[in-house]
Structure formats: structure tokens, C-alpha cells
T-cell receptor, first 110, second 113 residues
Framework: GQNIDQPTEMTATEGAIVQINCTYQTSGFNGLFWYQQHAGEAPTFLSYNVLDGLEEKGRFSSFLSRSKGYSYLLLKELQMKDSASYLCAVRDLNDYKLSFGAGTTVTVRA | ETGVTQTPRHLVMGMTNKKSLKCEQH?????MYWYKQSAKKPLELMFVYSLEERVENNSVPSRFSPECPNSSHLFLHLHTLQPEDSALYLCASSHSTGFNEQFFGPGTRLTVL
């Protein structure tokens, strides 16, 4: 099984940078995902890491260290619309099973 | 819009009722999933279907009964639920069970009285 930890809440100012950490303990590992979920809406895919290192997609970047069981999602140039819950999920060796963390609620203030 | 729709969006039911949740995906995917999302808790995988065959039943109580008549439609039949079953039920699909990205529907907010 998977044990996935991420902070419950974070607050940041518009234009700033926020880093959301995720640690995991797994019996098997086949990739880590980040999803964004606005209140009352579907989670939407942000990023996927399977190798160590940084993946950058515009204002969002995701980092993975498999040896440390650690990932972070970096949100740059924060906008009000980035206020949402960010879900970290790990896929095990059986491919289709995603285990999710409880999510980090990010609030962006003006 | 993610290409995955769910109906109804909100449902209130008594413990003796029978109701069904419906999910439809317009993406040509072969795998579909049911998740339960409770407040402040992680998403919990309930069922996985690949090419209309169930490949995973994650120790879910029998009062939840899934049905996948074809690769585009997925149902969750509900019977004699408990108040603790109140949650957001999310449907998702992916190209295959091994594919990276899962596309989620908006969910059905279920309240059991």
C-alpha cells in the first residue's frame, strides 16, 4: 500500500511562489501525479513524474526524488484562480491504482 | 469540460432508498473508475473497469454495486446506504489502465439521511 502526506493548507500572496511538498512510503512505485481541484469541480491533471528531476510546465513545476520518497509542486507568479486543492497521487506497480494524498488547499490572497 | 459527465450532480436519499449514479465518457477510453471523496480525506479508489470487465474491487461494501454495460458508460447502484456513505463520488476514465492520465468527471454530491 501507499502512505502519502502533504500539508493540509497553505496561504500565499498574488504574484508570489508557493511550494507544496508531498512525501510517500510505498510498496511499489510507478509514477507520481499532481492534480488540481477547484471547489465543486473535477480534479484536473497537472503533471506526471516517473524519473528524478524537475518537470516544468509554464508557471507550474513538479520535482521528484525517488530515493527520498519526495515530490513538490511549485506554483510561480500566483494568480487568484490558482486557489484550489492540489492532490498528490502515486501509482503502484499494478499500473492503474492511484493512491491519493488528502490534498493541500491553497488560498491566494490579493 | 474534461469529457467525462456525471448525473445527477447532487443526490439526497434515505437509508432505505435505491438510486443509481451515472457516468459517461466521450473520450474513447477503455478504462473507467469510481472514487469516493470524503471531506479532508484522500480520494479512495472503489472500482476499476477495463474493457467493460471489472479488474478491481477495493473491499467496497456490497451496498455499492457497479455496472459497466459498455466502455462509455459506468453506473454505481446504491442500496440501503448509511449516513457515513455521504461523500462526493467521482468517476474517471483513461485510455487504458496503464495510461498516465485519468480524466475526472465533476462528481455526484451524495447525502444519505
Amino acid at each position: 500500500g501507499q502512505n502519502i502526506d502533504q500539508p493540509t493548507e497553505m496561504t500565499a500572496t498574488e504574484g508570489a511562489i508557493v511550494q507544496i511538498n508531498c512525501t510517500y512510503q510505498t510498496s511499489g512505485f510507478n509514477g507520481l501525479f499532481w492534480y488540481q481541484q477547484h471547489a465543486g469541480e473535477a480534479p484536473t491533471f497537472l503533471s506526471y513524474n516517473v524519473l528524478d528531476g524537475l518537470e516544468e510546465k509554464g508557471r507550474f513545476s513538479s520535482f521528484l526524488s525517488r530515493s527520498k520518497g519526495y515530490s513538490y509542486l511549485l506554483l510561480k507568479e500566483l494568480q487568484m484562480k490558482d486557489s484550489a486543492s492540489y492532490l498528490c497521487a502515486v501509482r503502484d506497480l499494478n499500473d492503474y491504482k492511484l493512491s491519493f494524498g488528502a490534498g493541500t488547499t491553497v488560498t491566494v490572497r490579493a | 469540460e474534461t469529457g467525462v459527465t456525471q448525473t445527477p450532480r447532487h443526490l439526497v436519499m434515505g437509508m432505505t432508498n435505491k438510486k443509481s449514479l451515472k457516468c459517461e465518457q466521450h473520450l474513447g477510453h477503455n478504462a473507467m473508475y469510481w472514487y469516493k471523496q470524503s471531506a479532508k480525506k484522500p480520494l479512495e479508489l472503489m472500482f476499476v473497469y477495463s474493457l467493460e470487465e471489472r479488474v478491481e474491487n477495493n473491499s467496497v461494501p456490497s451496498r455499492f454495486s457497479p455496472e459497466c454495460p459498455n466502455s462509455s458508460h459506468l453506473f454505481l447502484h446504491l442500496h440501503t446506504l448509511q449516513p457515513e456513505d455521504s461523500a462526493l463520488y467521482l468517476c474517471a476514465s483513461s485510455h487504458s489502465t496503464g495510461f498516465n492520465e485519468q480524466f475526472f468527471g465533476p462528481g455526484t454530491r451524495l447525502t444519505v439521511l
